[in-house]
């Protein structure tokens, strides 16, 4: 859908990365509203010492308790946009490892070749991952055969891909680690997403970080936002008409009357956007359709936690005294992300770590914070229903953004900003 004319009063509602990047593109040609029903912006970026408040750091000290590295190979709006607001990102070194069941690590190349092992330790690791080679090759074969038949890979599953080795369980940890995916669900993740992740990312590839913490570039792009920012500020309901779109909102006595709210907190757009997860579109709209409704029945949402603490004895009590940037547990199904250089720390305050589903291997008095995230509960089903949603997004004034009509991540949350920005005559990126 295109749009060519004059300025149009938006409406997006969501305040994490699409909704924030939709506002930056459109708001030099239109007024622009962001409503955010939590009291904080950001989603899934969470930045302890920002926009979350953790007393237990020292001052200066900003770890990332969501979205952490970006790829400037695969994530070039996402790079493109920090240029545009001026953020400075930093190449970083990013390693992985899969700790077995055993308690024996099974190291990438990356850090077989890196820091931190010694001559003897370095020659033993490259054996044993050559001894795995066969199945890694195995699977990129398979891998590359399925994602040049696009309809054949929305009809598949992750674990339709996948043998039973520990190759094989490093791919679906490395899902976990992507999508926050519990162990348990992770074999049912489209192919279709899962599939181009893993080609991407076990690839050669380099990484960037934002120093200071992610949740630096939404400060800057505030910085430069004309439109209204309302928090804490519920939607309860998007009903559509010919003219445009209303919007019915419950919000403190200071936001109605920023607003312009009447009596029923009702208030008209030109356009909405709906930059939430797709499990709660169907409570925003007041009139869907039936194709709205179809397209969107299989679509729900999932609640996970994510842990910030400096507790290392996950590694001693396993005879290890190295670790990677992000090393994937057989045994717990989950993750632990090192943070010192992820978040550009000083050496001497480089003992931080984010993991997820690791929580029984955590001393509790050594956990600074948990931190609850809501996303899409990917499936098979949903998936299929995605390039529908996306041709139709504009039908009914109304507009989709997130990371879930992309590739789930950082990218595919300002790819869908740049998409709706380009109908709507905004900002290039």
């Known amino acids: 859908m295109s749009v060519v004319g004059g300025e149009l009063e938006i409406a997006i509602i969501g305040g994490g990365a699409a909704g924030l990047a939709t506002a930056y593109l459109l708001d030099a040609r239109h007024r622009v509203t962001l409503f955010e029903r939590e009291a904080i912006l950001g989603g899934n970026i969470r930045t302890l010492g920002r926009n979350v408040a953790c007393p237990q750091l020292p001052a200066g000290v900003h770890l990332d308790a969501g979205v952490i590295e970006f790829s400037p190979e695969h994530f070039p709006r996402f790079h493109r946009l920090m240029d545009q607001l001026g953020v400075e990102t930093r190449p970083v ?22 820091p931190g092992l010694r001559p003897r330790e370095r020659l033993s690791a490259l054996l044993e991952l050559l ?24 009809r598949r599953d992750l674990d339709s891909l996948l043998e039973r080795g520990p190759i094989s369980e490093w791919m679906r940890l490395l899902i976990v680690y992507a999508y926050s995916i519990p162990r348990a669900r992770v074999g049912e993740t489209p192919a279709a997403l899962a599939i181009p992740t893993l080609l991407r990312f076990t690839g050669p590839v380099s990484w ?5 913490g992610v949740y630096r570039y939404v400060e800057r792009l505030l910085a430069r936002l004309r439109g209204r920012v309302i928090t804490g500020a519920r939607v309860r309901s998007v009903r559509r008409d010919a003219r445009g779109v209303e919007l019915t909102v419950e919000a403190d006595h200071d936001a109605r009357a920023r607003l312009g709210v009447d009596a029923g907190g009702r208030r008209r757009f030109d356009r909405v956007v709906l930059a939430t997860t797709p499990g709660q579109l169907t409570e925003l709209l007041a009139d869907p359709s039936d194709d709205e409704r179809r397209r969107l029945a299989p679509w729900r949402d999932r609640e996970l936690v994510t842990i910030v603490h400096d507790d290392l004895g996950m590694y001693a009590r396993r005879g290890l005294r190295d670790y990677s940037e992000f090393d994937l547990f057989e045994e717990t199904g989950g993750y632990n992300a090192h943070l010192g250089r992820l978040c550009a720390l000083d050496p001497a305050r480089a003992g931080y770590s984010l993991s997820f589903a690791m929580e029984p291997e955590l001393d509790p008095a050594r956990i600074l914070h948990r931190q609850p995230h809501r996303t899409p509960r990917y499936s ?38 740049a998409r709706i920005s380009a109908a709507l005559g905004g900002r290039a990126l």
């Open 380 to 417: 098979v089903a949903a998936l299929a229903t995605r390039r529908e949603l996306l041709a139709h997004s504009g039908a009914r004034h109304t507009f989709l953004a997130g990371a879930w009509l992309g590739d789930g991540l950082h990218e595919g949350a300002i790819e869908s900003a």
């Open 131 to 154: 001894r795995h080679a066969p199945e890694f090759i195995r699977f990129r074969r398979r891998a590359r055969r399925a994602a040049a038949d696009p309809e054949g890979l929305y």
């Open 208 to 212: 960037t970080c934002v120093p200071g």
């Open 93 to 114: 070194p990013v390693s992985t490892g899969l700790i077995r069941r055993t308690g024996a690590p099974l190291r990438a190349l990356g850090k077989i070749t890196g």
